[in-house]
């Protein structure tokens, strides 16, 4: 089945440590994103991805990094520069790039990253 | 800027209709969007609406849009407990790429 596979479900972190949050799509979606969502708000932009080799800079991006190296991967290094990490980090995908009609993003089922 | 407002919470009876609305503020959006999310999961894609739309259905759902006011509204029929969620609301904003504002989401909780 086509989709969005995130891991792991549930991540810890020490002070001091980065860790990665893997995302991959089968969908061939061109465009990938990564939010973050704290309880009682909606979803934030963090990064953006339109095409491979290119990324963007979202609303919250300070002590995050992303790559692409690849169409179907987009993963999330939450660095030690995220003073305040834990939340529930959701990946999502959608078709094209552009503002050609309807495109719909879709989501992974999420990470839950809390600090030890 | 761009913003989009729903109610936090709506508790609402099995068998009975729920409507969760929603507000935002920007007048070029495309596109609006309802996702549903359980807990622990991600998002998924309920219904959407293009901005030339004043309303479409889609089995027990139905969204009416009020470009006017900038309001919109989702529209559960015969609502079962498997309907309790969180229920977010978002418009596709302007600008070069596939931008999504999203609400702070409805927590709807369905009771016998």
């Known amino acids: 089945d086509g989709g969005i596979t995130q891991s792991p479900k549930y991540l810890f972190r020490k002070e001091g440590q980065n860790v990665t949050l893997s995302c991959e799509q089968n969908?061939?979606?061109?465009?990938m994103y990564w939010y973050r969502q704290d309880p009682g708000q909606g979803l934030r932009l963090i990064y953006y991805?339109?095409?491979?080799?290119?990324?963007q800079k979202g609303d919250i991006a300070e002590g995050y990094s992303v790559s692409r190296e690849k169409k179907e991967s987009f993963p999330l290094t939450v660095t030690s520069a995220q003073k305040n990490p834990t939340a529930f980090y959701l990946c999502?995908?959608?078709?094209?790039?552009?503002?050609?009609?309807?495109?719909?993003?879709?989501f992974g089922d999420g990470t839950r990253l809390s600090i030890l | 800027g761009e913003d989009v407002e729903q109610s936090l919470f709506l508790s609402v009876r099995e068998g009975d209709s729920s409507v969760i609305n929603c507000t935002y503020t920007?007048?070029?959006?495309?596109?609006l969007y309802w996702y549903k999310q359980e807990p622990g999961a991600g998002l998924q894609l309920l219904t959407y609406?293009?901005?030339?739309?004043d309303m479409k259905q889609d089995q027990r759902l139905t969204v009416l849009l009020n470009k006017k006011d900038k309001h919109l509204s989702l529209r559960i029929a015969d609502t079962q407990t498997g309907d309790s969620a969180i229920y977010f609301c978002?418009?596709?904003?302007?600008?070069?790429?596939?931008?999504?504002?999203f609400g702070a989401g409805t927590r709807l909780a369905v009771h016998p």
């Open positions: 969908l061939n979606h061109d465009a």
């Open positions: 999502a995908s959608s078709d094209g790039h552009t503002l050609r009609g309807n495109q719909p993003q879709h």
């Open positions: 609406i293009f901005s030339n739309m």
């Open positions: 991805s339109q095409i491979v080799n290119d990324f």
């Open positions: 920007d007048s070029s959006s495309t596109y």
């Open positions: 978002a418009e596709r904003g302007s600008g070069g790429y596939n931008k999504l504002i």
